[in-house]
């Protein structure tokens, strides 16, 4: 690793430690050059994930847009943000395990909506009535209902 300040190509690593709740090392590094001190972040690469969506347009996958679509189904509801993180992990976390460089949008709503379905009911149908592109408040009462039977 060359150091930022000098550009000397030795370094030590002085201290490691888990960083991100596991997901990154952390790491403390001296150059043996100029004995100045750096942090580095080493984290596992992952496949970038490109989302098809419903017009067949294709964009880079975006953590963002789920957490922005949860948290509007999540407003004014008892949900933490903790909650809300593992969620997106969990989603996250499924979409990188099926190895596909290309993923449909519907896939990653599906997604979303089962696990929101277990988390607050109320928010499910907030983020069905979105995603589903509720017509008319039979195709509300009917998400309702099967939300209800269960």
Not at 30 to 56: A, G, L, Q, S, W
Not at 68 to 86: Q, T, Y
């Amino acid at each position: 690793m060359k150091c930022p300040f000098c550009n000397h190509d030795n370094t030590r690593v002085i201290d490691s430690r888990p960083a991100d709740e596991n997901n990154s090392i952390r790491r403390r590094r001296v150059c043996d050059e100029c004995n100045k001190r750096f942090t580095t972040y080493e984290k596992i690469e992952t496949i970038p994930i490109i989302i098809i969506k419903k017009d067949n347009n294709r964009e880079a996958y975006d953590r963002s847009k789920i957490e922005a679509g949860i948290l509007m189904a999540c407003h004014k509801r008892p949900v933490s943000a903790d909650n809300i993180n593992a969620l997106v992990d969990e989603v996250e976390t499924e979409l990188f395990n099926q190895e596909e460089k290309e993923i449909p949008s519907r896939v990653i709503g599906e997604l979303v909506m089962n696990k929101l379905k277990d988390l607050d009911a109320v928010a499910y149908v907030r983020f069905a009535s979105v995603y589903r592109e509720f017509k008319d408040i039979n195709t509300f009462m009917d998400e309702l209902k099967k939300v209800l039977d269960k």
